[in-house]
């Protein structure tokens, strides 16, 4: 992955392609062209900034969007969506339920 990196203390920032396939390496597909849609037509997408035209993810935020995005499992359409509590691994935390 090549990732644009600002200096020491930033987080890698991420093409769409490389969002892609960062979000994939997670379990969770989302083309580029997705990511785009997203950023056009709605406001809940993971955050970037641009470069000229171009749209940088920083990694990080990347991964938490995703966690943000995943529901608490679910035996059926009739149970409340809740929010997972994913939390990063390594953090000391676990997943709640």
């Known amino acids: 992955m090549t990732g644009l ?3 020491e203390t930033e987080d890698i920032l ?3 392609k490389e969002a892609s396939t ?3 390496r997670m379990g969770i597909r ?3 062209a997705t990511l785009a849609k997203i950023f056009s037509t709605r406001s809940d997408g993971p ?3 641009h470069l000229g035209r171009t749209p940088y993810y920083p990694r990080q935020k990347l991964h938490d969007w995703a966690r943000s ?3 608490a499992l679910r035996s059926s359409s009739s149970q409340p969506r809740r929010s997972g509590g ?3 691994p390594g953090h000391g935390e676990e997943a709640r339920p």
Do not use: I, K, V
């Open 5 to 7: 990196c600002l200096g």
């Open 14 to 16: 991420l093409n769409r």
């Open 22 to 24: 960062e979000l994939l």
């Open 30 to 32: 989302r083309s580029p």
């Open 47 to 49: 955050p970037c900034m």
């Open 69 to 71: 995005q995943l529901t």
């Open 86 to 88: 994913w939390t990063a």
